[in-house]
């Protein structure tokens, strides 16, 4: 919502300057977003008076000027057509920067004569207008007065963010209401009158019918005749320009300011173009409207229309139609000013792609008692800028029931708003609102206004006072001390859930976060959901279900990888599933996806390029074997029972006892694989996290692992062993070596054969071991890693033989 500070000050008197007015608007909930000194780029810009205009005697189009400025006579060179002897113009002197293009003036020689400054276009100064001639001042502007000031850019432009249910505040005055409840000044009567024209009316000879009154409840019209459809008045024209919109023709501008200083969007036929009586009905299959924008809509039963005799002529409370648009031969007018039902008006809007200012504000909801009253203001407004004769109003339905009490007890503004206002302050700032309050025993009785729709209970009325007293003078008061402060209060769900994210990401996959949606043809693939976790009004037509797997919006991650040319990824999510509405119809799942090739340790490494090998099932049972290890789960059974999404003969379900089921591994099936359009192979595991058994008492199961935030070490060793020692006894062996530092020992290569140990022997072979070390407390120095090395050498010499190979 745009308005000027000049425009505000119609409504409201106050003293108070921009930046009061600025900071006031934001506190009380009207956020401004911007503010826009129009006149800023535009200081160094004054008016100059052309003297005499000459031909210039080295080229056709171009005029010599002598033009009187504040700093005396200037000899400039122009090219517009119109610079011509008495004309005002504006004159750029030397030094000057051009806001269009950032040029600065300077004294110049164009085709031999010297030029002293520059006479500016509209293009030139990034103004609307036409840009084929310099911008003609009126006569009354004097030399050396700022431009700015002539063309009224010195008035401020105010851009202020409206939420949804402040739909009172699509209007100046309604603003201005705001910040007069706010003490920054007292709120005036409308600007403009609606008192008697002086003028007898005559019978309309229009008259409307209304089909549905569920979707308009009231319609007043006017017809007004001998008009002048003339453009507006300067005043009218500049405000509106101010705020982005486009002077028309009087008749529209008239629409268009009423529209944003009182938030009453109304509408002008052409009378003469109409036909016969007005209906406000349903369109039919089929109907069609060329709108004021130029474009053709195709309309659909249900949509609201106002229509003659001959077919729709505009979409109610939202676009008029073209063909009885009025243009400058305009001399008869018939006025609309109606009511729409804001969901019909919003649901048309939506379905025809149409936004405009009616639209915005009657889905929003526009003051029911303000429709013959903004009827009165727009006839009195034509007639005095358009002249003419205006009819009786004719009225067509009623105005609905608005009226409505709510109880405020005094002490509730403590208990709910966390401050205590004295009773006479908050009946002063209701009042000040347009409130009705009449006390009772214990608080007071209510009445919201007409145009304040979002009111609904006492809890919107403290939010009212306590907006208006301040947000700043609620006292802050914190929050109570908790024991365990300090720490994060995770429950046991929320600590497993990290766990696994912790430990998924530290064995080199990437976790991502995916809608709690997807479709049901996908939902179907999978299982298939509750037809309750349907959404009724989803984000997306591919978004319509409540997810009952991870696995596809995991597929669909993979999948928009691949096309993007990377095939090999490992992408895990924790978050929960659906399965029905009941109480335990959602699990928190742990689920991960590899796709394409896992890179492995291998002899076959070089600088630029690492061993790759094709995922399989048992990538995804260590991944979730390690899961479950963390959480404190060491040992768990494998059965062959798996969901169809899996390779049946490559997958597997983690249980205990056969009975309770953790979580699923293995190959996805390649139907599925096909249907997600995926042409490399895929592996998946699915870890339940509720389904993991919670420790009976301290010290019966194995505690969950510790992960640790500090920098994991690598590095890699070769052993000649017996050929009869086995993969386990190394293991194990180098394990012992250090338990504090090392987290993992992983045989990547074993070298067999006479040639390939070295020793000469067929009995030895080459083993090829991979230690991670990492600390709990702290990153590893050197001398830990050399000192570690050392202890594992020394291991393994003493565990199985081992000789650290040369």
């Known amino acids: 919502m745009k308005f000027t500070l000049s425009w505000l000050k119609d409504h409201l008197e106050t003293t108070a300057s921009l930046q009061q007015i600025s900071d006031t608007l934001t506190a009380i909930g009207l956020e401004v977003e911007q ?99 310099i911008i003609e001042l009126p006569e009354s502007a004097q030399v050396g007065e700022p431009v700015v000031k002539v063309l009224g850019l010195d008035d401020p432009v105010i851009e202020i963010a409206i939420t949804p249910n402040r739909a009172d505040c699509l209007g100046v005055h309604g603003i201005a209401r705001d910040l007069a409840a706010a003490g920054l000044g007292t709120l005036k009567r409308s600007p403009i009158s609606i008192g008697d024209s002086g003028k007898t009316p005559f019978a309309s ?16 019209g006017c017809y007004i005749k001998d008009i002048k ?202 009042k000040s609102l347009g409130f009705t309050c009449i006390a009772s025993t214990d608080g007071f009785i209510v009445s919201p206004p007409s145009w304040r729709h979002d009111i609904d209970g006492d809890a919107d009325l403290i939010e009212e006072i306590l907006r208006i007293n301040g947000y700043d003078n609620i006292p802050p008061i914190p929050l109570p001390k908790l024991p365990f402060i300090g720490k994060p209060a995770l429950n046991l769900e929320q600590k497993r859930a990290q766990l ?92 991960g996806l590899r796709t394409g090739h896992i890179a492995e340790h291998s002899y076959k ?63 996805i099936h390649p139907a599925i694989l096909s249907a997600f359009d995926i042409e490399t192979n895929a592996v998946a ?3 339940f996290l509720d389904a993991i058994p919670v420790p009976r008492a301290k010290g019966t199961t194995r505690p969950p692992l510790k992960l640790s935030d500090f920098q994991a070490v690598e590095r890699d060793f070769a052993f000649i062993v017996d050929a009869e020692i086995s993969a386990a006894d190394i293991s194990k062996a180098i394990t012992q070596a250090d338990k504090q530092l090392i987290t993992n020992v992983e045989i990547f290569d074993v070298y067999t054969g006479i040639a390939s140990t070295g020793t000469g022997k067929e009995s030895k072979k080459s083993v090829a071991v991979k230690v991670t070390l990492q600390a709990m407390d702290r990153t590893l120095s050197e001398q830990d890693i050399t000192a570690a090395s050392d202890a594992i050498i020394a291991a393994a010499q003493k565990g199985f033989g081992g000789q650290l190979r040369q």
């Open 35 to 133: 503010v826009i000194d129009r006149g800023t780029a535009l200081k160094g810009f004054t008016v100059a008076k052309i003297l005499h205009a000459e031909k210039h005697p080295e080229a056709d189009k171009l005029r010599v000027c002598k033009v009187q400025s504040d700093i005396g006579e200037l000899q400039i060179v122009c090219g517009a057509p119109n610079a011509r002897t008495g004309l005002n113009a504006v004159l750029a002197k030397e030094g000057t920067v051009i806001p269009a293009n950032g040029m600065v003036i300077k004294k110049t020689k164009i085709r031999g004569v010297e030029s002293n400054g520059m006479l500016c276009s509209s293009e030139e100064l990034a103004l609307p207008g036409d840009s084929d001639g």
């Open 229 to 430: 459809n003339a453009a507006s008045p300067d005043w009218l024209a500049r405000r509106l320009a101010a705020i982005g919109q486009r002077p028309i023709s009087v008749l529209v501008d008239i629409t268009n300011y009423i529209t944003f200083d009182l938030g009453r969007p109304l509408h002008v036929y052409d009378a003469k173009k109409l036909h016969g009586h007005i209906v406000v009905r349903d369109a039919k299959a089929g109907e069609k409207l060329l709108a004021l924008n130029g474009k053709e809509y195709i309309l659909q039963p249900g949509m609201t229309v106002i229509a003659d005799e001959c077919g729709a002529l505009a979409l109610g409370g939202i676009i008029g139609g073209e063909p009885s648009g009025c243009t400058e031969a305009t001399t008869d007018v018939f006025l609309e000013v109606a009511l729409f039902e804001p969901a019909q008006v919003a649901q048309t809007g939506r379905l025809l792609a149409i936004d405009s200012d009616a639209r915005y504000r009657f889905e929003r909801g526009v003051d029911p008692d303000f429709v013959e009253t903004g009827a009165q203001i727009a006839v009195r407004m034509i007639t005095e800028l358009c002249g003419g004769k205006a009819s009786e109003l004719t009225i067509t339905g009623k105005t609905p029931e608005w009226q409505r009490s709510y109880v405020l007890r005094k002490e509730r503004i403590a208990t709910l708003g966390g401050t205590p206002i004295p009773p006479a302050k908050m009946e002063s700032i209701l």
């Open 605 to 667: 490494d070089t600088l630029f390029k690492r061993h790759k090998r094709a995922v399989d099932a048992f990538d995804a049972k260590a991944d979730a074997l390690a899961m479950l290890q963390t959480l404190g789960l060491s040992k768990c059974d494998v059965a062959m029972h798996t969901p169809t999404w899996y390779h049946p003969g490559r997958s597997g379900a983690l249980t205990l006892g056969g009975k309770i089921i953790l979580g699923y591994f293995g190959e």
């Open 685 to 687: 595991f699915e870890i």
């Open 500 to 591: 696994a994210r912790h430990l998924l990401a530290s064995r080199g996959m990437l976790e991502v976060y995916t809608w709690s949606f997807l479709s049901a043809a996908q939902a179907t693939l999978f299982g298939g959901t509750h037809p309750q976790l349907q959404l009724l009004n989803p984000i997306s037509a591919d978004l319509d279900t409540m997810r009952p797997n991870l696995l596809p919006n995991l597929l669909q991650a993979a999948k928009k990888n691949a096309f993007r040319g990377f095939t090999d990824t490992a992408l895990f999510e924790a978050g929960l599933q659906f399965h029905d509405t009941t109480p335990g119809g959602q699990r928190m799942v742990a689920a």
């Open 205 to 220: 000879p229009i008259h409307v019918s209304i089909a549905d009154p569920e979707k308009c409840r009231q319609f007043i």
